[in-house]
């Protein structure tokens, strides 16, 4: 009996980290299809004869409905198995990218682009944050921090390969590969993914699944002032980074007349390289400090956003590309440092049952904020210019790390439960 479980337990350390591997792969799709739509948004403009307004509609309508959807994702998350929950939003995701590549219009886009692959993508994330987490205790921020880093690499890489493919062959391929990349990659995970096991090592328990209700989700979460600042924090974050990674690469595009590609690229590539060593590092420091002061990964957080906002007004105003560049890269660096404990942060004061449906209802909040930030950009560029528009979003990370402050002040003692899976 012994021997089996020494067994078990050896499978079981193992597999968590090739679940993570799986779940990069899935969030690097994720992220991918998402910039796709931003870095062709120039080229598709104009062959679809769209206005600026209608593509920001388009990429706000795209977040409204993630944001709609994904408290139910949540709830989905903790209710039935993860493995079909994160499988089936790949799938379904990726089928609606590539027939985004079919649209013909404004209407088209909205349906299949902002409805379609929007509602996919709702019900990755809660999902696979608390996925991870049952397999990851002392090592779980660690383990969100590399699954974080597939957003860096997958935005990079999608905003060079799609931008490459649009010159070369036009927006529409660009669709194409990636959705039909995201295909093939579902049905890998089909055969690979698994449940946790239950009581073994630092796995959770998954058994009382059946006991878990939307309403009582809700109610944890809002019993949770230390939820709500964090929520609060996340809306600010999620609001910067939307508008930047929709409106970025049209702003070096039309500044300093590049490429579709180079724009892509370049927008994505230094901001997110350091936001690599950033997520790392945070990471690895919250995990080393957090056990002896429960309050580091909050710590963390709020110094990335107060530390980072300076460079997000740089980025903005910037007159070379030298300059600019610099910007994205110390604003990339700290915005790392947060990312490293976006969920690991929540998940110290929400029980573990209940950690899909409360990540889904802090998504909810965050990304219905941050939903109006290509829209608002889209309209102030015409009136005020894209790079007054740009530089004002410094103002959300201000409020986003006072939010943090807020928390760790007057609340996190006494939410904190204690950190037994």
């Given amino acids: 009996m012994n021997t089996y479980n020494d067994s078990l337990n050896s499978n079981s350390r193992f597999y968590k980290w090739e679940l993570v591997f799986w779940l990069w792969l899935a969030f690097f799709f994720n992220q991918a299809d998402r910039q796709v739509y931003s870095v062709v948004l120039p080229q598709l403009r104009d062959d679809l004869q769209l206005t600026d307004e209608q593509l920001g509609l388009i990429a706000s309508v795209f977040?409204?409905?993630?944001?709609?959807?994904?408290?139910?994702?949540?709830?989905?998350?903790?209710?039935?198995r993860k493995k079909w929950i994160v499988t089936g939003s790949i799938l379904f995701w990726s089928v609606a990218t590539l027939f985004t590549g079919f649209s013909a219009g404004f209407v088209s886009l909205m349906v299949f682009r902002s409805i379609a692959t929007g509602g996919g993508e709702a019900f990755y994330a809660p999902a696979a944050s608390a996925y991870i987490g049952?397999?990851?205790?002392?090592?779980?921020?660690?383990?969100?921090?590399?699954?974080?880093?597939?957003?860096?690499?997958?935005?990079?890489?999608?905003?060079?390969?799609?931008?490459?493919?649009?010159?070369?062959?036009?927006?529409?391929?660009?669709?194409y590969g990636f959705g039909a990349a995201g295909i093939l990659l579902s049905v890998i995970l089909l055969f690979r993914l698994k449940d946790a096991p239950t009581g073994i090592g630092d796995v959770t328990d998954t058994s009382n699944r059946g006991n878990v209700t939307f309403k009582n989700a809700l109610s944890k979460f809002f019993q949770k002032p230390t939820a709500l600042f964090l929520t609060m924090a996340f809306a600010g974050m999620v609001f910067v980074n939307i508008g930047y990674l929709t409106w970025m690469p049209t702003f070096l595009h039309e500044r300093f007349n590049l490429s579709l590609a180079e724009a892509g690229?370049?927008?994505?590539?230094?901001?997110?390289?350091f936001a690599f060593i950033g997520v790392m590092l945070g990471g690895q420091l919250s995990d080393r400090w957090s056990p002896a002061y429960p309050k580091a990964r909050l710590g963390i957080q709020a110094v990335g956003l107060l530390l980072g906002a300076p460079f997000i007004?740089?980025?903005?105003?910037?007159?070379?590309?030298?300059?600019?560049?610099?910007?994205l890269a110390?604003?990339?660096?700290?915005?790392?440092?947060?990312?490293?404990?976006?969920y690991a942060s929540?998940?110290?004061?929400i029980e573990p049952k209940y950690r899909s449906s409360t990540s889904g209802i802090m998504i909810l909040f965050a990304f219905l904020t941050g939903a109006f930030s290509p829209l608002l950009l889209g309209i102030l560029k015409p009136n005020l210019g894209l790079s007054f528009a740009l530089s004002s979003l410094f103002l959300f990370y201000i409020f986003a790390s006072l939010s943090i402050v807020v928390a760790l002040l007057f609340f996190f003692d006494r939410d904190r439960i204690e950190q037994l899976c």
Avoid at 160 to 171: E, K, Q, R, T, V
Wanted: hydrophobic residues 45%; proline residues 1%; aromatic residues 22%.
């Fill in 63 to 80: 977040i409204w409905t993630l944001a709609i959807m994904v408290p139910f994702a949540g709830y989905a998350g903790d209710r039935f």
């Fill in 134 to 175: 049952e397999f990851h205790r002392k090592s779980r921020a660690t383990a969100l921090s590399i699954h974080q880093t597939s957003l860096y690499v997958g935005v990079v890489a999608s905003g060079f390969l799609s931008g490459y493919i649009a010159d070369h062959w036009g927006w529409k391929s660009a669709f």
């Fill in 265 to 273: 690229f370049a927008s994505m590539f230094y901001h997110h390289l």
């Fill in 313 to 327: 007004y740089c980025m903005g105003q910037g007159n070379t590309q030298f300059y600019i560049y610099i910007a």
């Fill in 330 to 342: 110390a604003f990339g660096f700290f915005r790392g440092l947060y990312d490293s404990n976006i």
């Fill in 346 to 349: 929540l998940y110290e004061v």
